[in-house]
């Protein structure tokens, strides 16, 4: 077998079921599930509606670069979502339909990932990542030393590649680097960082290894939007050490502020002059934005350049969209007002939920996603497993959706390994302190507001009740 | 990027359709396509209804491992189509639902092989692959000398991982090796060969490189089938040396004797007391036997210690089957008089056209599968594209389904690379000779007899005229 497989971790629910083996929840108390993020909203009627009368054309294969007509109405949603220039996202070249952003950042990664170390794309840039004055070296604008071209002697270990990735995280972006031969190297993104992967603070040496920068916006499991001028300094980055951003958008339609939607990479980009989205792919879906996590239905979109790479691994990989399920795809991404009216529930969980939760725990209200990660005051295992013994209400352990990372940031490279190899979630306390070992999801907990606005209120108030009666921290 | 991809051949319908660009066929006559192995047949309406019927679970994420009734049902389809002891395939530990047999060769390869060569399980075989008096070394009574355990050490290169192939074959075997860092190695099937793969002639050097092999019974395009005898002798080799056995069987439903259905490999583990399925994995699939090729689904099958790490692969693989397409999937699997008419439609097919071409080419009557396999008697390429101007009727050159091979067959190694560095199949004459390289697939076409019988009629004839009266050879 491959060896590369004996890598992966367990999975946060195999170790969350395992944490409450033997618990015996009141009986009294129906089971509300908090701990998984799958939209639990009724699926629009017209989605279902298309997918039932294009039943009949399940009698032939599906091409794995999709219907053009997908590709466009995915196109155009992009265009109209982030306001980018009409036409700007080429239904030919920049768009792929895939089964769900899960299947697509594997697949992405294993494709992409030279684990020879050898970078992605000639390291020479050709367009500038921001506009001004064009120099010779244009990245060089803010007085950092022009870089020589980095070296890819075979065999080096010095430029083994890495996958640089938020901490905590959806743990597909580490098991996806593990199996394409690279080491997951680890942002951790807390309160002192805005929970956003502080991007300064990444060694020059880690950047230079960097082959695919993961940032996900709305972030799971903080919430926390990134800014346009964040994505356009990983921009830069990116251009000056020749890495791929891969930006998990699969959130990007749930936000709680009407007039702020978040940013995404690829406007970005357009504001940035790199119209051809130069070594960048979004990843979104319609699981979150419509509501449909059965339906298997997202895109990517980005570089056709590596696109055009993507779409011949694809074609290996087998992952091509059942027709029916395509064309009920376009009508969903051709529709907005389902979405509004999806993330308005959002907001009114959120609304109901928060001033329960606030006078008894430490949470804030995030700016988009449908989670919750308050700090607990102590262990988030024992939390979780008490919480559930004593309310029959499931959450999950921040710990489980991170690792312990930062035993000394000095971006040898071998931290990445480090925070592998070692054993996260025991509830150890978060420090923050440099050179010492922390898990940043330690003593928080990821409450998903997936569940109807009643029940969601249901669960509140028996938090508030376990924390006011059951809990010491 | 990952440097694999650039190892990766064009695929053979992008090489057609270079192939016929250009050529103007004759106006009045519409189009039969006859290339693509996709089946045509009405799929059976209450899989549809099924699916229908449940599009309301739509709301959930699909679990990896699939429902538990449809791997019951896949493993009691198993028991009745292949005559195993009731119960001996267990739902637990010995099935997963794939999403079509593609996907899942694609990635059972990535998670099998190990690139730097160590072999798939113990190498000491704990289970007799043949009923018989056991010995120390129970493989040993044809009499070969005991080998001693297969060195492992690292950076060796005489261990570099070899797959094995039937050749010509379903390109997704030799895109799946190059893409997990193995070399593909081609096992001719050609006339002289009973067109199936001659394991005798495959040198030990190259057995003990070999991490899988894949058998494709009834095989593409050559409708051949493997006898139980056949595949007990691969289950030996299997054991001797130590590699997977990866049995493609999407065809088993297909065949024209209504008397002898094609033996599957796990009927074949069981004849030999192997009733762990050790060391074998079946791929199954209703796009054929249901004639929904756009349901995408399918299922894997066997050695379940290779199954648990394949399930671990597929969490991140990230390729759940909706649940809809689970239900209606277990009712097409519950159900066999659908998949008997089916049948039945290819083998009046295979009467009604077979003696129409007889008299004009070199074709025989294949055991199963729905393809002829003709000897055009010359360059396929130019068949092919001449018949698509004369008669606009579209076959697949010979020459695009396999690679050349067989310069020597010294089972040096160098085999494999040699083959897949090669530009095969521009109509070079397969002479067999050793040491003459040829193409297994040169001077044939691949038919595909998916459309309606009376389509199918109407091609043969156009055949039949254009042999007649344009086809000099």
Redesign the interface.
């Known amino acids: 077998?491959?060896?590369r497989?004996e890598r992966?971790h367990a999975?946060p629910f195999e170790r969350l079921a395992r944490l409450k083996a033997g618990a015996v929840p009141p009986a009294n108390l129906p089971h509300i599930g908090m701990s998984?993020g799958?939209?639990?909203?009724?699926?629009p009627a017209f989605v279902?509606e298309t997918?039932?009368a294009n039943?009949?054309?399940?009698?032939?294969?599906?091409a794995t670069a999709g219907l053009l007509e997908l590709r466009s109405a995915c196109a155009r949603w992009l265009e109209r979502r982030f306001g980018l220039p009409a036409g700007s996202v080429s239904e030919d070249s920049m768009v792929l339909p895939v089964?769900?952003t899960?299947?697509?950042?594997?697949?992405f990664v294993?494709?992409?990932?030279?684990?020879?170390g050898?970078k992605?794309r000639p390291s020479l840039p050709t367009v500038a990542a921001t506009p001004g004055p064009t120099t010779l070296d244009p990245l060089d604008k803010k007085g950092r030393p022009s870089l020589p071209t980095v070296a890819t002697a075979p065999g080096s270990t010095a430029l083994d590649p890495l996958v640089l990735m938020p901490n905590p995280f959806y743990q597909?972006y580490e098991?996806?680097a593990l199996?394409?031969g690279a080491e997951p190297y680890m942002l951790d993104t807390t309160a002192a960082t805005g929970y956003t992967p502080d991007l300064d603070a990444v060694p020059e040496a880690v950047w230079r290894r960097c082959q695919v920068l993961f940032l996900c916006s709305p972030g799971n499991p903080t919430g926390a939007v990134l800014s346009l001028e964040y994505l356009r300094r990983a921009l830069d980055l990116a251009e000056r050490y020749d890495f791929v951003i891969a930006g998990d958008e699969c959130y990007t339609e749930l936000y709680l502020d009407e007039d702020a939607p978040p940013p995404g990479l690829l406007q970005a980009c357009i504001a940035a002059g790199n119209d051809r989205f130069r070594r960048c792919v979004v990843f979104h879906s319609l699981?979150k934005r419509s509501?449909?996590?059965?339906?298997?239905s997202g895109f990517v979109a980005g570089d056709p350049e590596?696109l055009k790479?993507f779409l011949?691994?694809r074609?290996?990989?087998?992952?091509?969209m059942?027709?029916?399920t395509q064309l009920a795809s376009v009508a969903a991404w051709q529709e907005d007002s389902h979405a509004v009216e999806n993330r308005r529930l959002y907001q009114e969980k959120f609304s109901r939920v928060l001033p329960i939760l606030r006078p008894v725990m430490n949470v804030e209200k995030p700016a988009g996603a449908f989670y919750l990660w308050p700090d607990v005051g102590g262990d988030d295992e024992r939390f979780t497993r008490e919480l559930f013994a004593r309310k029959n209400l499931t959450v999950l352990p921040g710990s489980y959706l991170a690792r312990e990372s930062a035993e000394a940031r000095d971006g040898s490279g071998g931290h990445g390994t480090e925070a592998r190899a070692s054993s996260a979630g025991h509830g150890a306390v978060a420090t923050g302190t440099p050179g010492v070992r922390f898990n940043p999801g330690a003593g928080r907990v990821r409450i998903s507001l997936v569940a109807s606005v009643q029940q969601c209120v249901e669960a509140a108030e028996r938090i508030r009740d376990f924390l006011r009666q059951d809990w010491a921290g």
């Open positions: 077998m491959n060896p497989l992966l999975y998984i799958e939209p639990q909203h009724t699926p279902l997918l039932r039943l009949d054309r399940l009698g032939s294969y599906p089964n769900g899960r299947e697509a950042l594997f697949a294993q494709a992409v990932v030279d684990p020879g050898k992605s597909i098991g996806a199996l394409a699981s509501s449909v996590p059965g339906l298997r590596i790479r011949l691994y074609t290996y990989h087998g992952s091509a059942p027709v029916p």
